[in-house]
């Protein structure tokens, strides 16, 4: 996702009367609010946070208008009402709009369970907001970084590099910060391309 | 696997001993799932902030005896069983866990592709696109 270091919220789809009473709980609405499935969070979200940026899609495309948006109350998946959005859970959330719904929420689709939308709904905030790097440029950017990678461990005649010296090469090579740098290498982990030895150490591994 | 029959496993990605959020602890319940890829995604994302500790814990349904087990009333991509227990009550309850690296390579034996890039953002899709898996399979 392009939004590094932000508080954001992805919104799969709507929340009908039918879901909340599955939960069984009040479904309640004013017409500024909704209740809406929102996909496994980044981070901790408090309620009454407040958002004011819409990104749509997978390509989080602007979309125009200036809104507020607020949490209002979150349920889990067996309708616990939460304190606050966990990192790493899935949520139903209650949202206030101002000055209004947007329509882009209103045409998400009715959902019966939290399900991947291409056309989901990102919220975040403009004082946070970092477009520099998106999680596909940095999927890209590790295909084409590996392979030099590998000429850098011929060069280097050790499988054994240091993280430091793999971040200056990144940073050298690719002209990205050292938190980019650090999530290719998150990347190469999952791929098994690269080994962490210890906290200092990693190894560069033949693909996989 | 149906939703009508337990499984015999569970498992639950995440790293080595992780007590859960305040959420979990204070309810409390455990997520895992009958899905060993699913939960190998979760541990997966783990790894971006835990590259040597990420592992996915393995149970036996029968073994985790007395306890409360929790259904998720709406439909789960992630085939969730949840266990009415604090995280660390479960760990000791598990078999012992299989760090990443390892199971990546131990199921691409068995025909998953499992060297991704993980984020939160592509979880769903990874779980909902994982293909069913058969208790034969899983044994």
Redesign the interface.
């Known amino acids: 996702?392009p939004l590094d270091d932000t508080m954001t919220l992805?919104i799969?789809g709507r929340a009908e009367a039918a879901?909340l009473e599955?939960?069984s709980k009040e479904y309640e609405l004013n017409e500024s609010q909704r209740w809406l499935f929102v996909?496994?969070?980044?981070q901790?979200i408090s309620l009454e946070s407040q958002f004011d940026v819409l990104l749509e899609g997978d390509s989080k495309s602007l979309v125009p208008g200036i809104f507020v948006v607020k949490v209002l109350e979150c349920l889990?998946?067996?309708?616990?009402n939460?304190?606050?959005i966990?990192?790493?859970?899935?949520t139903i959330c209650k949202l206030e709009f101002f000055p209004e719904v947007p329509h882009k929420i209103d045409t998400l689709p009715s959902l019966?369970?939290?399900?991947?939308n291409p056309n989901k709904i990102t919220l975040t905030n403009h004082k946070t907001i970092n477009l520099a790097i998106s999680?596909s440029y940095?999927?890209d950017l590790?295909r084409i970084a590996y392979f030099l990678i590998l000429d850098y461990r011929n060069s280097a005649n050790s499988d054994i590099i240091t993280k430091s010296e793999f971040y200056t090469y990144l940073e050298t090579k690719f002209q990205v910060n050292s938190k980019h740098a650090a999530?290719i290498l998150?990347?190469f982990?999952?791929?098994?391309k690269i080994?962490?030895i210890?906290?200092n150490h990693i190894e560069l591994l033949a693909a996989? | 696997m149906t939703e009508d029959v337990l499984p015999k496993y569970v498992f639950r990605g995440t790293t080595i001993g992780f007590e859960g959020n305040t959420a979990s602890m204070n309810m409390p319940y455990t997520c895992t799932s009958s899905h060993p890829i699913k939960a190998l995604w979760f541990a997966l994302d783990c790894m971006s902030n835990n590259p040597y500790t990420a592992i996915v814990y393995l149970g036996i349904l029968d073994r985790i005896s007395g306890q409360l087990i929790k259904g998720n009333v709406l439909d789960s991509i992630e085939e969730e069983i949840a266990f009415g227990m604090k995280p660390h009550e479960f760990y000791n309850l598990c078999e012992g866990y299989v760090h990443v690296a390892d199971l990546q390579s131990i199921v691409k034996t068995h025909g998953f592709d499992t060297y991704m890039s993980v984020r939160k953002d592509n979880l769903s899709l990874l779980c909902e696109e994982t293909r069913q898996i058969t208790q034969d399979e899983i044994s």
């Not at chain 1, 996909?39 to 980044?42: H, Q, T």
């Open positions: 996702m992805t799969q879901i599955k939960l996909d496994y969070s980044p901790k889990d998946q067996f309708g616990n939460l304190s606050d966990p990192e790493g859970f899935k019966h369970t939290w399900k991947h999680s940095v999927d590790s999530d998150t990347v982990i999952q791929l098994g080994k962490p210890n906290n996989v």
